[in-house]
């Protein structure tokens, strides 16, 4: 058995003094594509927050991306979070720089000196979400989609094991949906990148075959895809 | 260096406005010592010569009070004849006291001023006894509670002006820091966002900090730039307050503004996104 790059046992995933999901068990391989689904309120955005240490995990085992989650600190969280994309539904694009200059930031903040390949990183990465003619623009000149393109540019630079995408075609239509949805399986398929894709509109577990994960009633349920 | 933006400005001219009246304070501090040590350093020590002395022990009481190191530096010796002081009590009198056909019982005296480091009751004591030995001297007399009396209103003023530069300090940094906070705080989701995608703390908190350096020296320098121009304007117009009289102290008031400056703007800028870091994404809401 692969080691897996997420892996919850009996994880019961809390906000606040309220326990929202109870008795988690989850287990993503690498590269694997995985839709996390239930309704508005059912914890998906709670779950994807206690992977990426946003929510602190008080009881039960977590692991994730090889950072044990109850023993990551604060000082750990940045080095875990390198090891993930995040992308949102509202974008969360840094909005007083241009394109380059969100993707050049996340590369210098994640230890890329200039000179060591950053520029061709951001071209590649712009390149692979179609955006290259874009790299100069401000955030505020880009349609939703564009925007969202951005989003999963930064989430890959660099190469990220598992990507986790928390309601990212909230904001768009359904024809761009379906895009965003197949350029991120794409680009899960070709970096070896696990996607954990949470959304509330079934109609998108249509667009492809995956794993299906599902929050109801304050439980996690694992389905085959 | 891109242009300030609106609400950069609107922090600079703020500090600016609040280092200003702070420094204010510090000068009116100052202002009072300054004048505090001009009252004392007035006190005149009087030296009555002996009725008959002689011309040369005049001159040699003079000289050797001019060459002591308790005569106020700069300044020299006076000297009244007992003829010039019935003259001037006359005409204090409004009367003409020649006229009274009587002896001047007046005598001859040589004032001086002492520094303030001897302007205590025993240091004078001391001086006092010293001129009382020499040959000529009659007595010395000098108003002993008006130095203790001074003394101990300085004390009282500077306690009350440290209290009142405290207190100002203390308004000035919470007004301060509120103006940060707000000016940081449509930075927020900025800052969190940037922790999402890995940045550590120190590399989001830097560029804020360096921000805060620059913002602390240009409204310290536009607030001693104020403070200057204010002394020279109340230069023009009350040259007795003499502003420019000690610079070291004036350094070090415009240094103390420009620390202080720079040190609250820095301080309440680290506090202020170590908060926002410290939050939840949903408490950012």
Same mark, same amino acid.
């Given at each position: 058995m692969t080691q897996a790059i997420v892996e919850l046992r009996a994880a019961n995933i809390r906000q606040g003094d309220r326990n929202v999901l109870e008795n988690v068990d989850l287990r993503i391989a690498p590269g694997e594509f995985v839709y996390l689904v239930g309704k508005t309120g059912s914890g998906k955005s709670s779950l994807l927050k206690t992977l990426y240490a946003a929510l602190p995990l008080t009881s039960g085992s977590a692991t994730v991306a090889g950072f044990d989650l109850r023993k990551t600190n604060r000082r750990k969280i940045p080095k875990l979070r390198r090891q993930l994309g995040i992308v949102f539904q509202d974008f969360n694009l840094l909005m007083d720089r241009t394109v380059e200059d969100n993707l050049r930031f996340v590369l210098e903040a994640t230890g890329w000196e200039k000179g060591t390949g950053a520029e061709e990183r951001i071209d590649q990465v712009l390149e692979e979400v179609g955006l290259t003619d874009r790299r100069?623009?401000?955030?505020?000149? @880009?349609s939703g989609g564009e925007q969202q393109r951005v989003a999963f540019a930064r989430a890959m630079l660099n190469a990220p094991a598992l990507l986790i995408a928390d309601e990212v075609t909230g904001n768009l239509d359904p024809e761009t949906s379906k895009d965003i949805l197949e350029l991120m399986r794409k680009l899960g398929r070709e970096h070896g990148t696990a996607v954990l894709f949470a959304t509330h $509109?079934?109609? @998108? @577990? $249509?667009t492809f075959q995956a794993r299906v994960v599902r929050c109801e009633g304050g439980k996690v349920f694992n389905a085959e895809g | 260096m891109p242009a300030p933006r609106p609400n950069q400005l609107y922090v600079i001219i703020s500090l600016a406005l609040v280092l200003f009246l702070l420094g204010l304070v510090g000068l009116w501090t100052f202002q009072a010592n300054y004048l505090t040590k001009q009252l004392q350093e007035s006190l005149d020590i009087i030296v009555e010569l002996e009725e008959g002395h002689t011309e040369a022990q005049r001159t040699e009481l003079i000289t050797g009070i001019t060459t002591a +190191?308790? &005569?106020?530096?700069g300044s020299r010796p006076g000297f009244i004849s007992k003829q010039a002081a019935l003259e001037a009590m006359g005409d204090d009198l409004q009367? +003409?006291? &020649? +006229?009274?056909?009587? &002896?001047?019982p007046l005598l001859d005296v040589v004032t001086f001023n002492v520094p303030i480091a001897y302007l205590q009751t025993d240091s004078l004591a001391a001086i006092a006894a010293n001129l009382q030995a020499k040959p000529g001297v009659a007595s010395v007399f000098y108003q002993e509670n008006f130095v203790d009396r001074i003394a101990d209103n300085a004390r009282r003023m500077g306690y009350v002006l440290l209290c009142l530069a405290g207190l100002f300090a203390l308004v000035a940094g919470l007004l301060i820091h509120n103006t940060v906070r707000l000016s940081l705080y449509a930075n927020r989701f900025t800052i969190k966002t940037q922790e999402l995608v890995g940045a550590s703390w120190g590399f989001i908190s830097r560029p804020y900090l360096w921000k805060a350096v620059g913002q602390g020296i240009i409204a310290g320098l536009l607030a001693i730039g104020g403070v200057v121009g204010l002394q020279f304007w109340l230069q023009t117009v009350l040259p007795e307050l003499n502003l420019f009289a000690e610079p070291l102290p004036l350094a070090y008031l415009y240094g103390g503004i420009l620390l202080l400056g720079l040190l609250i703007n820095f301080v309440s800028h680290y506090v202020v996104v170590r908060r926002y870091l410290r939050l939840r994404l949903d408490d950012l809401y």
């Open positions: 100069r623009s401000m955030p505020h000149t @880009l $509109d079934y109609r @998108l @577990l $249509d | +190191d308790f &005569n106020k530096p009367r +003409d006291l &020649n +006229d009274l056909g009587l &002896n001047n």
